[in-house]
C-alpha cells in the first residue's frame, strides 16, 4: 500500500484549509487506498530558511524530520489555501528547502479559499516552483470555494457524496502516478 504525506500548509490563527487536508487523510484511510500522515507546517513553525537542506551544516531536528517524511512518501498532497493570489510563504519556505527530494516526486495539489475561485489563482505558480524542482505534479487538482461552509473542523464535508466523487478523481489519478512511479522505478533497477 503506497505511503502519502500530506502538507498542511497554513500557519494562520483561525486557518480552515487544514479542513481539507484532515478530509483527504480520512478519504484515503477510509477506502484503504493509502497509508498516510499530515505534515502540519503550523506544528513545525520553521523559521525563514537561509539555505537549502542539503547545504545546511547543522540542520535542526524539525528539519530532518521533515526532509524524512518528504522522502519516504510515494507521493504528497499539499494543501494551500490562497493568499491574495498565492500560496502561504510558510509552504515555499518548506518546498525551497529541500531540491533533490522532490525530483520525479507525485505531488497533488489541492487549493482553497473562502470564495467561489476556489484558490485556483495559486495553482499555476506552485506548479511552476514545483516543475522547476523537477517534481512530478499531478494534473487532477482538487480545487475547494467556500471551504468554511463545505467542511467542518473535523473535516467532514458537508456535501459528502459529491466531494467523495471529486476526491475519487483527484486521489486515484495521484495513486495511478505513484504506481507508474514505481514500475518506472523497477524497470530502471533491472537495467
Known sequence: ?????????????????????LYLQKYLEQHQLATTEIVDLKAYDFPLFHERYSRLEEPTPAM????EKIVKADGVIIVTPEYNGGYPASLKNVVDLL??????KPVAISTVSGGAF?????I???QFSLWKMRAWTVPAMFPVPKVQDNYDEE??????????KRADHF?????????????MDESTDKS
Open 99 to 104: 531540491y533533490d527530494e522532490w525530483h520525479r
Open 64 to 67: 530532518q524530520d521533515f526532509r
Open 124 to 126: 499555476t505558480s506552485l
Open 155 to 164: 473535516g467532514n464535508a458537508a456535501d459528502k457524496e459529491a466531494t467523495d
Open 171 to 183: 486521489l486515484q489519478e495521484l495513486l495511478w502516478c505513484v504506481e507508474a512511479k514505481k514500475k
Open 1 to 21: 500500500m503506497p505511503h502519502i504525506t500530506l502538507i498542511s500548509s497554513s500557519v494562520r490563527t483561525g486557518r480552515k484549509s487544514h479542513r481539507v487536508a
Open 118 to 122: 476556489a484558490g485556483t489563482q495559486v
